[in-house]
């Protein structure tokens, strides 16, 4: 069995969580190598061991049994791609706030020693894939684990937006910040914050969601999976908007310009260990009551 450990270095000084981890699976004689989840640059954490060959995440992930990240969410979407396109399973360890995604806590590594056994399950997710269109010029093509976001960004000003599906119109001439289209594991992320509902991450559904909307009848709505969503600057518009998938670098929309968002044919597996099920996972980590 082949395990890669890829910890956030800001967040796991030292990778004291990674080698721990790669202690408990060694017991066991599964391979472990270790892979950075991105490229650091010129920041180097002061923290950052030497004695540690990282090795290039593409590449191990061809053979791989299992990808466990050590962060945040942030560290499991921006790894979430790369291991769905190779049919990786990812587990989650939470080193950062919240960590919804994430199946353990720090103080949980031990029960990494159920791997070997075979003693977990795996949960798969439904993906959105997202394309952006300039006529009938593709210039954006991603897929999504959690959401992709239709913005005014920073600009003190609101965005108008046509929102349709199968090419019915459902928010016409949106007006406010703009739009999220998520997925049910995005659900209890940014959509949330802005009001939508939260969903079972294990459903199929595409759920759109206002950003503080100007307009009283902009109201969140659910989909089925089937639809295909279209947003777009209304005719004739001279503003931009922004969109940003899973929190990542947003690129410019503007004229005639059209995001297409619809269910990937793709899905992110999700490793589980505790037996915990949505409902605590929901009261544990966003204090909505007793775990």
Same mark, same amino acid.
């Given at each position: 069995?082949?395990?890669?450990?890829?910890?956030?270095?800001?967040?796991?000084?030292?990778?004291?969580?990674?080698?721990?981890?790669?202690?408990?699976?060694?017991?066991?004689?599964?391979?472990?190598?270790?892979?950075?989840?991105?490229?650091?640059?010129?920041?180097?954490?002061?923290?950052?061991?030497?004695?540690?060959?990282?090795?290039?995440? *593409?590449?191990?992930?061809? =053979?791989?049994?299992? $990808?466990?990240?050590?962060? !945040? #969410? +942030?560290? /499991?979407?921006?790894?979430?791609?790369?291991?769905?396109?190779?049919?990786?399973?990812?587990?989650?360890?939470?080193?950062?706030?919240?960590?919804?995604?994430?199946?353990?806590?720090?103080?949980?590594?031990?029960?990494?020693?159920?791997?070997?056994?075979?003693?977990?399950?795996?949960?798969?997710?439904?993906?959105?894939?997202?394309?952006?269109?300039?006529?009938?010029?593709?210039?954006?093509?991603?897929?999504?684990?959690?959401?992709?976001?239709?913005?005014?960004?920073?600009?003190?000003?609101?965005?108008?937006? *046509?929102?349709?599906?199968? =090419?019915?119109?459902? $928010?016409?001439?949106?007006? !406010? #910040? +703009?739009? /999220?289209?998520?997925?049910?594991?995005?659900?209890?992320?940014?959509?949330?914050?802005?009001?939508?509902?939260?969903?079972?991450?294990?459903?199929?559904?595409?759920?759109?969601?206002?950003?503080?909307?100007?307009?009283?009848?902009?109201?969140?709505?659910?989909?089925?999976?089937?639809?295909?969503?279209?947003?777009?600057?209304?005719?004739?518009?001279?503003?931009?908007?922004?969109?940003?998938?899973?929190?990542?670098?947003?690129?410019?929309?503007?004229?005639?310009?059209?995001?297409?968002?619809?269910?990937?044919?793709?899905?992110?597996?999700?490793?589980?260990?505790?037996?915990?099920?949505?409902?605590?996972?929901?009261?544990?980590?966003?204090?909505?009551?007793?775990?």
């Amino acid at each position: 069995m082949k395990v890669i450990l890829s910890s956030n270095p800001f967040r796991d000084k030292g990778m004291k969580a990674a080698r721990q981890v790669a202690s408990i699976l060694g017991k066991d004689g599964v391979e472990c190598c270790y892979c950075l989840p991105f490229e650091l640059g010129s920041v180097i954490p002061p923290e950052m061991p030497r004695d540690i060959e990282f090795k290039q995440m *593409d590449k191990e992930l061809n =053979g791989a049994d299992m $990808l466990v990240c050590f962060g !945040g #969410d +942030g560290t /499991i979407l921006h790894a979430a791609k790369d291991a769905t396109s190779h049919g990786v399973p990812i587990l989650g360890v939470n080193l950062g706030s919240i960590g919804f995604m994430a199946e353990l806590e720090e103080s949980e590594l031990n029960l990494v020693s159920r791997i070997p056994s075979g003693g977990y399950t795996v949960e798969k997710r439904m993906m959105l894939q997202v394309r952006a269109f300039r006529g009938k010029q593709l210039i954006y093509d991603q897929v999504a684990l959690n959401d992709a976001v239709i913005s005014k960004g920073s600009i003190a000003r609101v965005a108008e937006l *046509d929102v349709t599906a199968d =090419g019915t119109t459902l $928010l016409s001439h949106l007006s !406010g #910040d +703009g739009v /999220i289209v998520s997925t049910p594991t995005g659900s209890t992320a940014y959509s949330m914050s802005a009001g939508g509902p939260i969903v079972e991450p294990s459903s199929d559904m595409l759920i759109i969601t206002p950003i503080c909307a100007h307009q009283l009848s902009a109201r969140p709505l659910v989909l089925s999976a089937e639809r295909n969503i279209a947003v777009q600057l209304p005719k004739r518009s001279r503003k931009s908007v922004y969109l940003s998938v899973d929190g990542g670098k947003a690129i410019r929309l503007s004229g005639t310009d059209r995001v297409e968002i619809r269910k990937a044919d793709c899905r992110t597996q999700l490793v589980r260990l505790t037996g915990k099920n949505f409902y605590q996972l929901l009261n544990q980590k966003l204090g909505g009551g007793r775990s």
